[in-house]
């Protein structure tokens, strides 16, 4: 142990000549019995707090709990026992006023660790194309299902049971043919998800913008095993509730783009939805692999739009992304706040009105990266100190 103590206290292995400050540290170097005992503890006060927190409301609920704290406990083993390298770096440009932060791990060659970072790393976005680089908000997130497919397949399977459980005491429905028709149609929802999660990758991506007579549009889109299904389930659950105020204000087949059929929806409008995103209706598009959802000013445009954009065969976009240029999202989505808008104002449209965060695929690896334009503190509204003090 004192061996291994004093290479970590090396100021040699703890320097890295690519940040302004940095922290590299060797996880393979840490002695075993350290690492033992370490996961040891946290699994133990993982189990503790599972324990005393609220009991879950039903089956799904139990079982989503106990897979995400095996997970977690799986990730951190696996993190431990067959890491490499973990560095933390910080970055900051004086000239472009920009600063970065950077947590990367990589994983021991041919380890578990280092096969599922290289399979993050293959992973193509589906939505990288989604919206646009000037975009106020865009976030894009594809990560593979080969490591967790049978734990997400369990959680699906004990919301199946919860469903049809609360189906049975609905009282709006009004026989037992109808409580049987709604678990068929939940349970081919359910059949889809599942679907999904065994083609071996999940993708999603969002984005809002500015739509047209300065209204704020939301265009968003995930990726299905059978989308074609998903938009005949659409048809059936119509249907079975047209009856159903809400649903008759779905209108079908309303246009169509390519192989995709997009459906317009109107829903209630106040005050807020109208002063965001104003009077038209937004629109729903099913295609054989995917679904997607629009809303806000000229969304029927920008969602063909989208429908008919053509993923990139590579994209430097990394498998997640978030990117958001706050001082543009501000003045896009503040009404009222007129100090607030005059120093959105200040940063907008500039290199530093930029707060992404990624991860990126690095060899055996991954790397969170949080980069941020230093300008931005000026949206932030500090007290006055002398008003502070009184």
């Known amino acids: 142990i004192p061996t291994a103590l004093t290479k970590l206290s090396d100021p040699s292995k703890i320097s890295n000549a690519k940040y302004d400050i940095a922290l590299d540290v060797s996880i393979a170097s840490i002695p075993e019995q350290l690492k033992s005992i370490f996961l040891s503890t946290l699994e133990t006060s993982g189990r503790q707090a599972l324990e005393s927190g609220p009991e879950p409301e039903n089956e799904a609920g139990k079982v989503a709990r106990d897979v995400t704290i095996n997970a977690a406990i799986a990730a951190m083993n696996a993190i431990v026992i067959d890491g490499d390298r973990l560095t933390l770096g910080v970055d900051v440009d004086a000239k472009s006023r920009l600063a970065a932060l950077d947590l990367g791990i990589t994983g021991k060659a041919n380890t578990d660790l280092a096969k599922a970072?290289?399979?993050?790393?293959?992973?193509?976005?589906?939505?990288?194309?989604?919206?646009?680089?000037?975009?106020?908000?865009?976030?894009?997130?594809?990560?593979?299902?080969?490591?967790?497919?049978?734990?997400l397949s369990e959680v699906i399977e004990a919301s199946r049971a919860t469903i049809n459980e609360q189906i049975e005491a609905d009282e709006r429905l009004d026989d037992d043919k109808d409580r049987e028709a709604a678990k068929g149609l939940a349970g081919r929802l359910l059949d889809i998800t599942k679907a999904t999660v065994?083609?071996?990758?999940?993708?999603?991506?969002?984005?809002?913008?500015?739509?047209?007579?300065?209204?704020?549009?939301?265009?968003?889109?995930?990726?299905?095993?059978?989308?074609?299904?998903?938009?005949?389930?659409?048809?059936?659950?119509?249907?079975?509730?047209?009856e159903n105020p809400d649903l008759a204000k779905v209108k079908v087949d309303v246009a169509k783009q390519g192989t995709a059929r997009i459906h317009a929806v109107t829903a209630d409008q106040n005050e807020d939805t109208l002063k965001y995103f104003g009077d038209e209706p937004g629109h729903l598009a099913f295609r054989s692999d995917s679904l997607w959802g629009a809303i806000g000013g000229d969304n029927l445009v920008a969602l063909k739009k989208a429908l008919d954009a053509k993923p990139a065969a590579r994209t430097a976009l990394s498998p997640i992304s978030f990117q958001v240029k706050p001082g543009a999202l501000f003045l896009l989505m503040e009404k009222d706040d007129q100090d607030l808008l005059e120093r959105a104002k200040e940063v907008a449209g500039k290199p530093g009105d930029k707060l992404n965060v990624d991860i990126a695929p690095v060899s055996n690896g991954a790397k969170l990266r949080v980069e941020f334009g230093i300008d931005l503190l000026q949206l932030a509204e500090f007290e006055d100190e002398e008003e502070s003090d009184k």
């Open 117 to 151: 970072m290289t399979a993050y790393g293959k992973t193509q976005p589906m939505f990288a194309s989604i919206g646009s680089d000037s975009a106020p908000l865009r976030m894009v997130v594809s990560y593979p299902t080969t490591g967790i497919a049978d734990q």
């Open 198 to 242: 065994k083609t071996g990758s999940m993708h999603s991506g969002i984005v809002l913008e500015e739509g047209g007579k300065g209204k704020v549009r939301v265009i968003g889109g995930a990726k299905v095993a059978d989308g074609n299904e998903a938009g005949k389930l659409l048809d059936d659950v119509i249907k079975l509730s047209k």
